[in-house]
Structures are given as structure tokens and as C-alpha cells.
């Protein structure tokens, strides 16, 4: 329960559909073959994922528009799994990797995809609306250490403090 709490004040307070100004998210996106379950591999950490292991990404058409997102991740100390439901729509076009992202009510903040491997869709580098919110996700619990290198090489050149990245225990 803490978790989603504390992501949705998070979210309601921050309400911006802004991104770093390094960050541009990739065009030619698929949507359809971003959906599904992504396994988060490193994150700059936040509150509302304190902790967390096992930590995933679920995302799965809406019936008319946009993704429903379920985040998930296991509390070791609480020994229970906390989750947190949300929508995402497109900000622009929905061939550009930005979506705007709420778990809660009418407040909206960026989902910048800035990083993709578009030939199979295996792993994807993600930013919030500010350099504080970074992502690693891929379609497995493990990468190669390329993917990793590449990601902390990307990461760095726009920004971010990757010195304090924490690598999710699956």
C-alpha cells in the first residue's frame, strides 16, 4: 500500500508532461509491440519504489485508447507484493516514444522512451519528466552487460547521475 500512496502523490504533485532537455524520445514507435511485461533493471530510486525487488511493468491495451500500466514489486521487509494501476496516453503522435502517465485521477506526468532496441523491442531506456527518473527496462530479468553499458553511456551524455543507479535484485 505504501508504494502506491507515495507513487501517486508523487505523480499528482509532480504533474508535468515535460522532459530533461537532453532527452528526446525515438520516433517510428510500436506501441503494440511495446506492450506487454518488462522487467525493470535499473532505476534512479524514488519513495514509492524504496526496497522493492522483483520490480515490473505491464502494459496492455485500453479498449478504446491508451495502455493500461500495472507496476508491480515485492517488499522484502513487508514480505508482500505492492502494486500500482494507472493509463498512459500519447502526448503527440503515436508513432513518438512520449506518453503521458497517471495512477492517479486527471494528473499526468511524462513517460519518455529515449532508448529502444527497435529491431525486437528487448529493452528500452525510460525518463520522467525530469533528470530525477530513469529506467532501465527489458523484456527479460537479465541483459547482456552491453545493454547496461550502452544504457549508462546514453544515460550519462544527457544527464543523469547514473553514480547512484540501483540494479534491481529478480
Known amino acids: 500500500m505504501k508504494f502506491v500512496v507515495v507513487l501517486l502523490g508523487m505523480l499528482s504533485l509532480s504533474g508535468c508532461l515535460g522532459m530533461p532537455e537532453r532527452v528526446k524520445p525515438v520516433d517510428n514507435f510500436e506501441l503494440s509491440r511495446y506492450e506487454g511485461k518488462w522487467y525493470e533493471i535499473a532505476r534512479l530510486d524514488h519513495s514509492f519504489e524504496e526496497g522493492l525487488e522483483r520490480v515490473t511493468a505491464e502494459y496492455l491495451p485500453l479498449e478504446k485508447s491508451g495502455v493500461a500500466v500495472i507496476n508491480r514489486g515485492y517488499d522484502p521487509v513487508e514480505k508482500a507484493w505492492q502494486q500500482a494501476d494507472g493509463k498512459a496516453f500519447f502526448v503527440n503522435r503515436d508513432?513518438?516514444?512520449?506518453?503521458?502517465?497517471?495512477?492517479?485521477?486527471?494528473?499526468?506526468?511524462?513517460?519518455?522512451?529515449?532508448?529502444?532496441?527497435?529491431?525486437?523491442?528487448?529493452?528500452?531506456?525510460v525518463s520522467g519528466p525530469t533528470l530525477d527518473y530513469l529506467w532501465l527496462l527489458a523484456r527479460t530479468p537479465q541483459v547482456?552487460?552491453?545493454?547496461?553499458?550502452?544504457?549508462?553511456?546514453?544515460?550519462?551524455?544527457r544527464g543523469f547521475d547514473t553514480d547512484n543507479l540501483i540494479f534491481v535484485k529478480h
Open 95 to 125: 508513432d513518438i516514444g512520449h506518453l503521458q502517465v497517471s495512477f492517479f485521477g486527471p494528473f499526468y506526468s511524462s513517460y519518455v522512451v529515449f532508448g529502444l532496441d527497435k529491431e525486437d523491442y528487448q529493452y528500452a531506456f
Open 144 to 157: 547482456p552487460q552491453s545493454v547496461i553499458d550502452q544504457f549508462i553511456e546514453d544515460a550519462q551524455s
